[in-house]
């Protein structure tokens, strides 16, 4: 399967997908899914990112990480680290934006439930 480039200009022309893949400059390649889960790859330069979203629940392991930046709503930012084989579930709950802010590309492999 070919990976998926998306820019935000696509996703404010109103492009909609049954699954939101919403990584905004990063190289998104579902490797899996059903009715319930969605498996996929993710890598991601620095300084690229994704835009203002509500993600769903997903363990994420990071193959090789990095460090981000999210941007929440309210403008609040925070600061998150992640190392080269970690593993953890993210379930924020209020929509954020993210940058890449490390030195290095990001490559991660996520399920996220539908």
């Known amino acids: 399967m070919k990976p998926f480039r998306f820019s935000i200009p696509t996703i404010l022309l109103g492009v909609t997908f049954a699954v939101p893949l919403y990584a905004a400059d990063c190289t998104v390649k579902i490797l899996d899914q059903n009715d319930k889960v969605m498996v996929q790859e993710t890598i991601c330069a620095p300084g690229a990112g994704s835009p203002m979203l509500k993600r769903p629940m997903r363990v ?3 193959i090789k990480g990095t460090t981000y930046k999210r941007t929440y709503e309210d403008g609040s930012t925070e600061t998150v680290t992640f190392k080269d084989g ?4 993210l379930d924020i709950a209020k929509p954020y934006s993210y940058v890449n802010v490390g030195k290095t590309e990001a490559h991660m492999v996520s ?3 539908k």
């Open 60 to 62: 994420v392991h990071y």
């Open 86 to 89: 970690e593993t953890t579930i």
């Open 111 to 113: 399920v996220a439930i």
